[in-house]
């Protein structure tokens, strides 16, 4: 870029002129050093978990995305990651589904209802909300959330129970990938909510203005202004949840009664996920143990990149409405 | 101002005493055998060793560690619970001087370790007992009996209610409640599990198909992270039975079930797990050092004093090849560990101290190392 524009620079080069080129120089070989690490550095952790995973690959007498089971100690190594896979998507997706309405509306309340000092306090409190240590969530979903989950999970057996996700044939309403999925929406919800109301705060004031003086009511202004404009920044902050979500270990192992099944009933104990597996299982496990979990990492970091070049994707397509991107 | 200064530096300085009236009046045990550097028959070594491994062992360490140093001046001993497969990967690429472990080195690893000790395989070291609590949470029942066929089938999920016809057989006299059975297992990899299926698979073949390892391998039932968790878990949830260390039962204020191998049921407790411990036999492996002291648990023990469902942890150090500076320090302080002083501060904190007799094996394997 600023090599193409040396041409414009009419004055004829002086000392100082030189000086500032040569600044410009370093900056840019700095900046392009600085993206050019992030590539190698992300090429570096791929290799190394695949070099790691393939003593799992060599010697796992199950089929890897297929078993639902998770014995790469035993004599011969027997597992799987299809019931990691389905409790991570699972779960994320639950709490996608709770919490990106959530974060939303609250983004757009701070943004454009509130009162200045309502949104400035409660911009604040979620903000903090990002900051609560994952650990927390996890003891807190175990301790109180989970105690208070049973009314919800119950009722949804009884009255929507002919949904085969809500039916619960056991009768036990603790563990569940439903009470894993409630805190992780609420872990990821200041992610979403405050991402999302910094790209509501971006819209044109001429654009707001110009729809509230045509006669448009609040909400058609939101619709018709902010929603469009604040699309690819709502998309790219949910896909970061997302992120979150799909990564989250710790909270999520202590939750979730890691079951190796794949069970559509999300009510009932039991799921797993690709980070909580990694997790619980890391510290006792053997030679081949510990290059399966790696083998499952790995999958788990496919899976992130093809979520977020997706969203790129998105972005992209819709980079006309935005401004923050252009 | 000058005064109030005054008045608190003399509450420093009195706290301070205490502090140091406290510490010598509580260590007054340990201070006996300290004072020409001595600490349960072990001379006192100096110098820094780390250590890692088991993190069921992590209590009994911190214990003889402090101990240890409050006696031995110019000792450090790290030790890390970062788990028995951890320690044992840490001890073969020479990171750590010994491993604690939940089962005995084996295999390959011994091959790989012998490396480090300058090419002699190690050996393995019994030093910490446990027992594993079936612990459970049933009102107005305080002494249930479990028999290895009923615990089987309850967390292999063929026994779902307290009111099975099995469970009443092993509790004359007793009523259960007709309620459904909430069953916690451990939800990560751990030498609990290990031992616990260990013991199923010897007594109860047939109820338990599963092949005894550190995962969990029964569907069912509900996983908790960490001995802690699994606690927790029981204590919060009515009608439920989970496996913990003893230790859990204890400060947790847990009921646990009485076991009947046959021979009659045997309440868990330090005196009827050494009893259990007893029965032990040394199994040396050939592929380990000499002295090996790996040793097979009778999980099928009936006498009426022994309980069965055992767990016993290991220290791996090199038999010889041990690197000079780290020696003295390792000999002096597993000396200590292994000493009556040492392995009878155990039965305070929820282990298991050795019987006497593998006491003194063990003793003597330490004192063999070089």
Partial sequence: MSTDLKPLDAP????????????????????????????????????????????????????FFTTQEWFPDANPPFFGIAALAFGTAVSSVIAMIIAV????????????????????????????????????????????????????????????????????????????????????????????????????????????????????????????????????????????????????????????????EINWHITEPGGNTFAANIALKWNEAGPIGLSALVASGLILFIITLVVNMIARAIIAKHKEFSGANS | MKLARSSKIAALAATGALALVGCSSSDSASDSGASDGMIGGAECATGTIKASGSSAQKNAMTEWINAYQTACEGATIEYSPSGSSAGRADFINDQVAFAGSDSAMEGEELSQAAARCDANPPINIPMVGGAIALTYNLEGVDNLVLTPDVTAKIFNNEITNWNDQALADANPGVTLPDAPIAQFHRSDGSGTTDNFTQWLKATAPDAWPYEPGSDWAAKGGQGSKG???????????????????????????????????????????????????????????????????????????QDPAAYPVLLLTYEIACESGNSSDALPLVQSFLTYTSSTDGQSMLSGIGYVPLPAELETQVADAVKSLS
Avoid: C
């Avoid at chain 1, 791929?46 to 070099?51: E, H, P």
């Avoid at chain 1, 056991?170 to 991402?195: C, H, N, Q």
């Avoid at chain 2, 411990?277 to 648990?297: C, Q």
């Fill in chain 1, 12 to 63: 004829t080069p002086r000392v100082q002129g030189s000086s500032v080129r040569l600044g410009d120089r370093i900056f840019s070989s700095l900046t392009r050093g600085a993206g050019i690490f992030v590539l190698v550095l992300m090429a570096a952790i791929g290799a190394f978990l695949v070099w790691k995973a393939i003593p799992a690959f060599q010697n796992n007498t199950g089929n």
């Fill in chain 1, 101 to 260: 309405p959530i974060a939303i509306g609250t983004a757009l309340f701070i943004a454009f209802f509130a009162s200045r000092r309502a949104s400035t306090s409660l911009g604040f409190v979620i903000d903090v909300l990002a900051a609560v240590p994952s650990i927390i969530y996890g003891l807190w979903g175990l301790q109180v959330l989970m105690n208070h989950m049973e009314g919800i999970t119950r009722w949804l057996n009884d009255y929507l129970g002919f949904i085969p996700i809500f039916n619960n044939e056991i009768g036990i309403y603790t563990k569940s990938i439903f009470i894993a999925s409630v805190v992780l929406a609420i872990m990821i919800l200041p992610t979403i909510s405050a991402l999302s109301r910094e790209v509501f705060l971006q819209v044109p004031r001429d654009h707001r203005e110009a729809s509230l003086a045509l006669g448009a009511t609040r909400w058609e202004m939101i619709r018709m202004a902010v929603l469009p404009f604040g699309r690819p920044g709502v998309i790219s902050a949910t896909m970061l949840g997302l992120g979150r979500a799909l990564g989250e270990t710790i909270a999520v192992a202590l939750i979730l009664s890691a079951a190796f």
């Fill in chain 2, 227 to 301: 001995s802690d968790g699994v606690a927790a878990s029981v204590k919060s949830t009515p009608n439920s039975i989970g496996y913990v260390e003893l230790s859990f039962v204890e400060t947790q204020g847990l009921k646990a079930a009485s076991v009947d191998n046959g021979g009659g049921a045997v309440a868990p407790n330090a005196d009827t797990a050494t009893a259990g411990l007893a029965s032990a036999k040394v199994t040396p492996n050939a592929d380990a050092g000499a002295g090996d002291l790996t040793m097979e648990i009778d999980y099928a023990v």
